[in-house]
């Protein structure tokens, strides 16, 4: 279904990104891998599906890093068709207890990015009259939790940004949506299940369970390889007229 096309998927060494850069390698799209910690796993995994894969380090905080990412995107492949938004960070204090710096690199990674890339991407997108644009926003793009801030301003401002930009691209073959995922069991949620069991006492499993218990009626993690499933779906034909949506992939959470 993709083949020739390349997607740039950020934040794609593990998690959900990964999920989302193998769905989409699945459909025969190349792919360009960004991230810290292991890039060769992921680079293998890739590759094994039987297309390309080239990978750029840009600190996604940093708008000379993520212009530099995508001209090797479109050095590399020609241009980038299919621009997944998904790197992002967390950090869960108080308001008054929120330390500047990280409130600072929160709003960075996970808005600002999605705004760098996307401003890069559009040119060669609408010139060629086909393109999308998938941003990872969350529940908390849509729901407030407390401690989580900047983490929830940040992902509102990603859904905001999402209609902004599907509007100004509506006449065009250029879609832009979001995927608003609820728990998924990625290493950032797995360091919260963590910190609940050592603070609680609890087992791991326990601590899981009680996580979900709180915001997610289903009582399961929605995995990345489902939510890679929903962004071919985006990518596909069907998709060609789904415009702007914040689409809630959530076991209920926002259904209470």
């Not at 644009?133 to 849509?142: C, D, E, F, K, Y």
């Not at 990518?235 to 702007?244: K, L």
Request: aromatic share 6%.
């Amino acid at each position: 279904m993709l083949q020739g096309k390349t997607a740039l998927v950020t934040g794609s060494t593990s998690g959900i990104g990964l999920g989302i850069a193998k769905a989409l390698a699945q459909q025969g799209a190349n792919i360009v891998l960004n991230g810290f910690g292991d890039t060769q796993g992921p680079h293998a995994e890739i590759a094994a599906l039987g297309v390309k894969v080239a990978y750029h380090g840009a600190d996604m905080s940093k708008a000379s890093d993520i212009e530099a990412m995508m001209k090797f995107a479109a050095d590399t492949f020609g241009r980038v068709d299919i621009l997944v938004n998904n790197a992002g960070i967390q950090h869960v204090a108080k308001i008054e207890d929120f330390p500047v710096e990280r409130w600072d690199a929160i709003i960075a990674i996970n808005l600002s990015s999605a705004f760098h890339a996307t401003r890069l991407a559009l040119p060669a997108m609408k010139a060629n009259n086909w393109g999308r644009i998938i941003n990872v926003a969350s529940i908390h793009g849509l729901v407030g939790s407390a401690e989580k801030s900047a983490y929830v301003a940040a992902k509102h401002g990603v859904v905001g940004l999402t209609k902004v930009t599907a509007l100004e691209t509506a006449t065009t073959g250029v879609t832009c949506n979001a995927i608003c995922p609820g728990w998924v069991l990625t290493p950032l949620v797995q360091k919260q299940v963590d910190a609940k069991a050592v603070a609680m006492g609890l087992s791991n499993e326990e601590a899981k369970k009680q996580l979900l218990q709180e915001k997610e009626p289903s009582m399961q993690f929605t995995t990345p390889e489902e939510l890679g499933e929903l962004a071919v779906f985006f990518c596909s034909a069907a998709g060609n007229n789904v415009r702007g949506v914040a689409w809630n992939m959530d076991g209920g959470w926002t259904a209470q």
